[in-house]
């Protein structure tokens, strides 16, 4: 059977979701690098992190070709920070040391999950072996890929959103909303939203049926750590 993994940040660490087939399975990892432990190592893992970042212009081509297929929902895809600016604490100085580097400043957004990226960065610059089967995605390119085409309507912090999400998945995995509800019972919300989970199961779906990705853009450019600048 199928198998694969979806990966997303969550406020205490990472949520892991893993596919075999139409079974789910979801635990929290404290750090990224612990998914070489945790994860199976022929299967591969599609996290929700920037992973390749620019020199001189934060939006790389694949954020403008996601941008380009979400219409409207567009704005759910956001530039991630120049590589010169991923070792920044603190924002003001972030915003100048970006707006240096490449004359534009870094939203709060972006800043925000800096620390990820950065763990994500140096993760895949020490592990060459988790560089070969770990790829970057975008949790709404994964919905719409399985819904042929269709964006969701709804955000996904609304209910509707909530709903319209979790009805997809439920095409693709077993009693989907249990195992949802589960976790969701399991931690409070300033340790997991709901749509973390949503969003590593929907990966973890992707990730296991590879000869139907599309990759954004290809062929795949790399930035100066070698590191790809693509989506699936």
């Not at 070792?87 to 972030?94: G, I, Q, V």
């Not at 089967?133 to 909530?162: D, I, S, W």
């Not at 590593?200 to 590879?210: H, I, S, Y």
Request: aromatic share 6%; with cysteine.
């Amino acid at each position: 059977m199928a198998s694969g993994c979806g990966v997303d940040g969550c406020p205490v660490g990472w949520v892991v979701a893993q596919v075999q087939g139409r079974r789910a399975s979801l635990d929290i990892c404290d750090t990224a690098s612990q998914l070489s432990d945790v994860v199976a190592a022929s299967v591969r893992i599609l996290i929700d992190i920037p992973i390749g970042l620019g020199e001189s212009e934060p939006a790389r081509e694949c954020d403008r070709q996601a941008r380009a297929l979400l219409g409207e929902r567009r704005s759910s895809v956001f530039n991630p920070p120049v590589r010169g600016v991923l070792e920044a604490t603190d924002y003001r100085l972030a915003n100048q040391l970006s707006r240096s580097l490449c004359g534009k400043g870094i939203s709060r957004q972006s800043f925000n999950i800096l620390p990820k990226i950065r763990e994500v960065d140096q993760w895949l610059r020490e592990d060459g072996v988790a560089r070969g089967r770990v790829y970057e995605a975008h949790p709404e390119l994964c919905f719409m890929g399985l819904t042929g085409g269709a964006v969701m309507r709804y955000n996904k912090n609304q209910p509707e959103g909530f709903s319209e999400r979790l009805d997809v998945l439920q095409r693709f995995i077993d009693d989907a909303a249990v195992l949802v509800e589960q976790v969701l019972s399991s931690y409070p919300r300033r340790a997991v939203a709901a749509d973390d989970i949503l969003d590593a199961l929907v990966c973890a779906v992707t990730a296991a049926r590879p000869a139907c990705w599309l990759r954004l853009p290809e062929p795949v450019p790399r930035d100066s750590a070698d590191l790809p600048m693509q989506m699936v």
